[in-house]
Protein backbone atom coordinates (compact mmCIF):
# COMPACT_ATOMS: atom_id res chain seq x y z
CA UNK A 1 0.00 0.00 0.00
CA UNK A 2 1.78 2.93 -1.33
CA UNK A 3 1.59 6.37 0.91
CA UNK A 4 0.17 8.21 -2.28
CA UNK A 5 -2.57 6.68 -4.66
CA UNK A 6 -2.35 6.71 -7.99
CA UNK A 7 -4.98 4.74 -10.44
CA UNK A 8 -3.03 2.16 -11.51
CA UNK A 9 -3.70 2.17 -15.55
CA UNK A 10 -4.94 4.83 -18.35
CA UNK A 11 -5.27 4.94 -21.59
CA UNK A 12 -5.19 7.22 -24.22
CA UNK A 13 -5.45 7.28 -28.24
CA UNK A 14 -2.69 9.37 -30.20
CA UNK A 15 -3.26 12.94 -30.05
CA UNK A 16 -5.41 13.07 -27.02
CA UNK A 17 -4.72 13.82 -23.35
CA UNK A 18 -4.26 12.00 -20.87
CA UNK A 19 -4.46 12.89 -16.92
CA UNK A 20 -2.67 10.73 -14.16
CA UNK A 21 -3.94 11.94 -10.25
CA UNK A 22 -2.30 11.35 -7.34
CA UNK A 23 -3.90 11.33 -3.73
CA UNK A 24 -1.88 12.33 -0.75
CA UNK A 25 -2.17 13.99 2.53
CA UNK A 26 -1.00 16.94 4.01
CA UNK A 27 2.03 15.68 5.73
CA UNK A 28 3.38 15.08 2.13
CA UNK A 29 1.26 17.05 -1.05
CA UNK A 30 -0.18 19.11 1.38
CA UNK A 31 2.85 20.41 2.47
CA UNK A 32 5.34 19.96 -0.09
CA UNK A 33 6.17 20.14 -4.24
CA UNK A 34 4.88 16.98 -6.30
CA UNK A 35 7.57 15.13 -8.85
CA UNK A 36 6.77 13.13 -11.62
CA UNK A 37 9.08 10.49 -12.84
CA UNK A 38 8.63 8.24 -16.06
CA UNK A 39 10.04 4.65 -16.20
CA UNK A 40 10.03 2.78 -19.46
CA UNK A 41 10.54 -0.68 -18.58
CA UNK A 42 13.58 -1.92 -18.26
CA UNK A 43 14.91 1.32 -17.74
CA UNK A 44 16.26 3.74 -14.76
CA UNK A 45 13.25 6.11 -14.06
CA UNK A 46 13.36 9.81 -15.56
CA UNK A 47 12.32 13.00 -13.76
CA UNK A 48 9.82 14.63 -15.35
CA UNK A 49 8.18 17.06 -13.55
CA UNK A 50 9.60 18.66 -10.06
CA UNK A 51 8.26 21.18 -7.87
CA UNK A 52 4.34 20.65 -9.14
CA UNK A 53 4.72 22.18 -12.14
CA UNK A 54 8.11 22.51 -13.95
CA UNK A 55 9.83 20.69 -16.29
CA UNK A 56 13.43 19.81 -16.63
CA UNK A 57 15.46 20.75 -19.99
CA UNK A 58 14.40 18.27 -22.67
CA UNK A 59 11.07 17.42 -21.48
CA UNK A 60 8.48 18.75 -24.30
CA UNK A 61 5.69 21.49 -23.65
CA UNK A 62 3.36 18.38 -23.84
CA UNK A 63 3.71 17.80 -20.27
CA UNK A 64 2.27 19.80 -17.21
CA UNK A 65 1.58 19.25 -13.62
CA UNK A 66 -0.59 20.57 -11.12
CA UNK A 67 -1.25 20.71 -7.12
CA UNK A 68 -4.16 21.17 -5.53
CA UNK A 69 -4.11 20.89 -1.52
CA UNK A 70 -3.37 17.01 -1.24
CA UNK A 71 -3.51 16.55 -4.43
CA UNK A 72 -1.45 16.29 -7.84
CA UNK A 73 -1.77 15.49 -11.18
CA UNK A 74 -0.25 14.78 -14.78
CA UNK A 75 -1.75 15.92 -18.12
CA UNK A 76 -0.10 14.67 -21.68
CA UNK A 77 -1.21 16.75 -24.13
CA UNK A 78 -1.15 15.27 -27.81
CA UNK A 79 -0.32 11.36 -27.22
CA UNK A 80 2.16 9.74 -28.59
CA UNK A 81 3.07 6.09 -28.69
CA UNK A 82 6.45 6.60 -27.52
CA UNK A 83 4.66 8.37 -23.91
CA UNK A 84 3.74 4.59 -23.02
CA UNK A 85 5.36 4.06 -19.68
CA UNK A 86 4.96 3.95 -15.92
CA UNK A 87 4.98 7.38 -14.27
CA UNK A 88 4.75 7.92 -10.72
CA UNK A 89 4.75 10.56 -8.41
CA UNK A 90 6.85 11.31 -5.24
CA UNK A 91 7.05 14.08 -2.53
CA UNK A 92 8.88 14.63 0.53
CA UNK A 93 6.71 13.00 3.52
CA UNK A 94 7.19 15.21 7.04
CA UNK A 95 5.59 12.52 8.82
CA UNK A 96 7.52 10.19 8.03
CA UNK A 97 10.91 11.77 7.26
CA UNK A 98 11.10 10.78 4.05
CA UNK A 99 10.51 10.58 0.09
CA UNK A 100 7.08 8.71 -0.66
CA UNK A 101 5.87 7.33 -3.96
CA UNK A 102 2.72 6.58 -5.44
CA UNK A 103 2.24 3.03 -6.71
CA UNK A 104 2.82 4.04 -10.48
CA UNK A 105 0.23 4.39 -13.74
CA UNK A 106 0.68 2.21 -16.29
CA UNK A 107 0.05 4.39 -19.79
CA UNK A 108 -0.92 2.84 -22.65
CA UNK A 109 -1.35 4.12 -26.00
CA UNK A 110 -4.22 2.41 -27.89
CA UNK B 1 29.63 12.35 -18.90
CA UNK B 2 27.38 12.97 -15.85
CA UNK B 3 26.05 9.23 -14.31
CA UNK B 4 25.54 7.02 -11.44
CA UNK B 5 27.02 3.45 -11.72
CA UNK B 6 25.70 1.09 -9.00
CA UNK B 7 27.87 -2.63 -8.45
CA UNK B 8 27.57 -5.41 -5.69
CA UNK B 9 24.24 -6.71 -6.18
CA UNK B 10 24.18 -10.37 -6.58
CA UNK B 11 22.29 -13.27 -4.87
CA UNK B 12 22.91 -13.79 -1.33
CA UNK B 13 21.11 -16.04 1.59
CA UNK B 14 18.64 -14.71 4.07
CA UNK B 15 20.07 -12.90 7.21
CA UNK B 16 23.59 -12.10 5.01
CA UNK B 17 24.89 -9.16 4.27
CA UNK B 18 25.99 -7.00 1.12
CA UNK B 19 27.37 -3.31 0.36
CA UNK B 20 26.47 -1.81 -2.89
CA UNK B 21 28.25 1.50 -4.62
CA UNK B 22 27.60 3.68 -6.62
CA UNK B 23 30.21 5.38 -8.24
CA UNK B 24 29.28 9.25 -9.58
CA UNK B 25 31.28 10.97 -12.15
CA UNK B 26 30.99 14.17 -14.45
CA UNK B 27 29.70 16.26 -11.59
CA UNK B 28 30.75 18.02 -8.05
CA UNK B 29 29.37 14.74 -5.98
CA UNK B 30 30.50 16.05 -2.72
CA UNK B 31 27.26 18.61 -3.31
CA UNK B 32 24.34 16.92 -4.26
CA UNK B 33 21.96 15.03 -1.62
CA UNK B 34 22.12 11.19 -2.65
CA UNK B 35 19.36 8.63 -2.24
CA UNK B 36 18.72 4.88 -2.93
CA UNK B 37 15.65 3.82 -4.49
CA UNK B 38 14.82 0.22 -5.05
CA UNK B 39 11.81 -1.79 -7.17
CA UNK B 40 11.05 -5.15 -6.41
CA UNK B 41 10.35 -7.49 -9.63
CA UNK B 42 7.36 -6.51 -11.22
CA UNK B 43 6.49 -3.79 -8.48
CA UNK B 44 6.75 0.16 -8.13
CA UNK B 45 9.39 2.30 -6.78
CA UNK B 46 10.26 2.48 -3.33
CA UNK B 47 12.23 5.55 -1.82
CA UNK B 48 15.01 3.25 0.48
CA UNK B 49 17.49 6.29 2.29
CA UNK B 50 18.72 9.44 1.90
CA UNK B 51 21.89 10.97 2.74
CA UNK B 52 22.80 14.63 2.73
CA UNK B 53 25.85 16.17 1.10
CA UNK B 54 28.20 15.94 3.50
CA UNK B 55 27.03 12.46 5.50
CA UNK B 56 25.80 14.53 8.58
CA UNK B 57 21.96 13.59 8.14
CA UNK B 58 20.72 10.21 7.27
CA UNK B 59 17.09 9.29 6.87
CA UNK B 60 15.68 5.71 6.30
CA UNK B 61 12.20 4.00 5.31
CA UNK B 62 10.59 2.45 7.99
CA UNK B 63 10.84 -0.91 5.95
CA UNK B 64 14.80 -1.31 6.09
CA UNK B 65 15.55 1.05 9.61
CA UNK B 66 17.90 -0.60 11.77
CA UNK B 67 19.32 -2.99 9.02
CA UNK B 68 20.59 -0.77 6.17
CA UNK B 69 23.19 2.06 6.61
CA UNK B 70 23.33 4.81 3.83
CA UNK B 71 27.07 6.34 3.92
CA UNK B 72 29.24 7.95 1.65
CA UNK B 73 33.03 9.02 0.51
CA UNK B 74 33.03 12.61 -1.15
CA UNK B 75 37.08 11.89 -1.87
CA UNK B 76 36.19 8.99 -4.04
CA UNK B 77 32.82 10.37 -5.38
CA UNK B 78 31.07 6.77 -4.07
CA UNK B 79 27.79 6.23 -2.25
CA UNK B 80 27.10 3.00 -0.21
CA UNK B 81 24.41 0.99 1.03
CA UNK B 82 25.29 -1.37 3.51
CA UNK B 83 22.75 -4.15 4.13
CA UNK B 84 22.62 -6.46 6.49
CA UNK B 85 20.27 -8.80 8.04
CA UNK B 86 19.16 -9.16 4.34
CA UNK B 87 15.03 -10.77 3.77
CA UNK B 88 13.60 -12.13 0.93
CA UNK B 89 11.45 -8.79 0.86
CA UNK B 90 14.23 -6.83 -0.21
CA UNK B 91 15.10 -8.51 -3.32
CA UNK B 92 14.51 -6.03 -6.11
CA UNK B 93 16.68 -3.69 -8.48
CA UNK B 94 18.73 -0.60 -6.51
CA UNK B 95 19.28 2.27 -7.93
CA UNK B 96 21.45 5.25 -6.25
CA UNK B 97 19.79 8.45 -7.57
CA UNK B 98 21.23 12.13 -6.90
CA UNK B 99 18.89 15.37 -5.78
CA UNK B 100 18.48 18.26 -7.80
CA UNK B 101 20.78 19.96 -5.68
CA UNK B 102 22.03 19.80 -1.61
CA UNK B 103 18.52 19.11 -0.50
CA UNK B 104 17.33 15.75 1.07
CA UNK B 105 13.74 16.15 -0.05
CA UNK B 106 14.20 15.60 -3.89
CA UNK B 107 13.16 15.35 -6.51
CA UNK B 108 15.91 13.19 -7.82
CA UNK B 109 17.17 14.39 -11.18
CA UNK B 110 19.30 11.66 -12.45
CA UNK B 111 19.58 7.74 -11.69
CA UNK B 112 21.93 5.26 -12.30
CA UNK B 113 20.54 1.61 -14.28
CA UNK B 114 19.96 -0.07 -10.91
CA UNK B 115 22.08 -3.35 -9.26
CA UNK B 116 19.89 -6.21 -8.57
CA UNK B 117 20.13 -7.87 -5.27
CA UNK B 118 17.97 -11.24 -4.89
CA UNK B 119 17.67 -12.55 -1.01
CA UNK B 120 17.12 -16.30 -1.72
CA UNK B 121 17.96 -19.53 0.20
Known amino acids: QSVLTQPPSASGTPGQRVTISCSGS????????VNWYQQIPGTAPKLLMY???QRPSGVPDRFSGSKSGTSASLAINELQSDDEADYYC???????????FGGGTKLTVL | QVQLVESGGGVVQPGRSLRLSCAAS????????MHWVRQAPGKGLEWVAT????????YYADSVKGRFTISRDNSRNTLYLQMNSLRVEDTAVYHC??????????????WGQGTMVTVSS
Open chain 2, 97 to 110: ARDLDSGVTGPFDL
Open chain 2, 26 to 33: GFIFGTYG
Open chain 2, 51 to 58: ISYDGSNK
Open chain 1, 26 to 33: SSNIGYNT
Open chain 1, 51 to 53: SNN
Open chain 1, 90 to 100: AAWDDSLNGSV
